[in-house]
């Protein structure tokens, strides 16, 4: 399928070239705020399942604390156009900062699990592991998480159909449990293409079981749209 030309310095190009799951992050800033993410979600991990006594943990919330005000002293930056526009582009373009900060894949968000994601073919696949503070029913990823999932990786798969765009309407089925702790295999593809729509199908399995499918509509968004909508959270930041 042919994709349009566009220039590596639009934001939208982000949604047409799909990253290196396993390339290294391209500064040593970025290198940095990935520990400085991995720590936190090990943090994050063991605060779910700690037995720790009272005075511990109000020990642990100073010490955050501490290093919370340490973090709020630097200028603060809202939004990845504003990060993109800093000190003449030091930390990367649109398109590298929101692989690095997508709350779902990005390494350096430590809200992330994170996934990790690829194209083979004409299919799209992905990985991940969620830990016990994704729990909902008991030993299970919350559904709430597993919808999460797949608004991502279908959205991220629409580079297979040349015109990605927003979520319009998702539609998951719960087949199985979705276990936590455990490696999640998703697969997607596309189902049609109709104008602006685009219909995908996705599916997550767990040691080789289906957990649960999903079929997602997504609206394609030109170039100018989305070039809008970067400039207008760009011009609606504030900094402090």
């Known amino acids: 399928m042919t994709t349009p030309a566009q220039s590596t310095d639009d934001p939208q190009q982000v949604t047409l070239d799909f990253p290196d799951p396993d390339a290294p992050p391209h500064t040593h800033e970025w290198q940095a705020r990935r520990e400085a993410a991995q720590a936190m979600r090990r943090l994050i991990g063991l605060l779910a399942t700690c037995t720790n006594e009272p005075a511990d943990l109000r020990t642990l919330a100073t010490i955050l604390n501490e290093q919370a005000d340490v973090l709020a002293r630097s200028k603060q930056l809202y939004g990845r156009s504003a990060l993109a526009a800093f000190d003449h582009g030091r930390l990367g373009n649109w398109g590298k900062i929101a692989g690095e900060t997508n709350p779902l894949s990005g390494y350096s968000n430590p809200l992330a699990p994170p996934m990790k994601l690829w194209l083979d073919g004409q299919q799209a696949h992905g990985r991940t592991t969620l830990g016990w503070q994704y729990e909902g029913p008991p030993s299970t990823v919350h559904g709430g998480y597993v919808c999460a999932l797949f608004d991502h990786f279908l959205g991220m798969a629409q580079r297979l159909t040349g015109q990605p765009g927003v979520t319009g ?6 087949h199985r449990p979705t276990p936590l702790n455990t490696e999640l295999e998703l ?7 109709n104008g602006r729509k685009n219909l995908l199908r996705g599916e997550i399995h767990a040691n080789g079981v289906l957990t649960a499918s999903c079929e997602g509509v997504f609206i394609f968004v030109d170039q100018q749209r989305y070039r809008d909508m970067t400039e207008g959270q760009a011009t609606g930041q504030q900094e402090t």
């Open 187 to 193: 697969i997607g593809w596309v189902v049609e293409v």
């Open 169 to 174: 309407t998702l539609a998951t089925r719960f």
